[in-house]
């Protein structure tokens, strides 16, 4: 237990459907973050949020939305995605994001596939 | 952008031996950290090494840093069957505000 909790762990999304990542932190961290890990690839930074700003979009196609209504939840809004968006998604948030990475905690990730 | 890069992709060994990984990177740094991550898991956090630091010990890790050839190494002894995993280095993105991985060393490690 990492105290960053994510859900679904699981999800199964048609093509046109919407949906929603949760995630959850009550560590006092004030920098959250999206990645992305795909099969064989490096894990894909998505979106950074300090204290509750948006700081960070990696060249995310617009499909994936993020929203970090407080610095203790982000979400990851999903809709109109493609199979090749099928992977697991890790949050991730540490104590700040700015000048000097402190330790990271991440959740144990939510495995999308994209049908 | 990648920033870090693990070598071995993939290492073997046998219970009780000692498990070397290698991590590359390309730019300036703050510190660089090491993760481990079971199969299909989160990652955790193993160690923070900062870029004025040259070597630090964790229990049965060690890690080193040099900063001039930009790369680090983890050493992990007396390897268990519960080392299993893949490992990967992270260093900070080139806008400093985020950890930017590697793709990681899986480690296996039989008894």
């Known amino acids: 237990e990492t105290g960053v909790t994510q859900t679904p762990r699981h999800l199964v999304m048609g093509m046109t459907n919407k949906k929603s990542l949760k995630c959850e932190q009550h560590?006092?961290?004030?920098?959250m973050y999206w990645y992305k890990q795909s099969a064989k690839k490096p894990l894909e930074l998505m979106f950074v949020?300090?204290?509750?700003?948006?700081?960070e979009n990696n060249s995310v196609p617009s499909r994936f939305s993020p929203e970090c209504p407080n610095s203790s939840h982000l979400f990851l809004h999903l809709h109109t995605l493609q199979p090749e968006d099928s992977a697991l998604y890790l949050c991730?948030?540490?104590?700040?994001?700015?000048?000097?990475?402190?330790?990271?905690?991440f959740g144990q990730g939510t495995r999308l596939t994209v049908v | 952008s990648q920033q870090g890069e693990e070598d071995p992709q993939a290492l073997s060994i046998q219970e009780g031996e000692n498990a070397t990984m290698n991590c590359s990177y390309k730019?300036?740094?703050?510190?660089l950290q090491w993760y481990r991550q079971n199969s299909g898991r989160g990652l955790v956090h193993l160690i923070l090494?900062?870029?004025?630091?040259r070597e630090k010990h964790s229990g049965r890790l060690r890690v080193t840093l040099d900063t001039s050839k930009k790369s680090s190494s983890l050493l992990i002894t007396a390897s268990r069957a519960a080392d299993t995993a893949s490992y990967f280095c992270?260093?900070?993105?080139?806008?400093?505000?985020?950890?930017?991985f590697g793709k990681g060393t899986t480690l296996s490690v039989s008894s």
């Open positions: 730019t300036s740094i703050n510190n």
């Open positions: 560590l006092g961290h004030n920098a």
């Open positions: 090494i900062r870029s004025n630091e």
């Open positions: 991730a948030s540490s104590h700040t994001g700015w000048f000097e990475n402190t330790e990271a905690f």
């Open positions: 992270a260093t900070d993105g080139e806008a400093g505000t985020a950890l930017i």
């Open positions: 949020y300090n204290f509750k700003e948006q700081t």
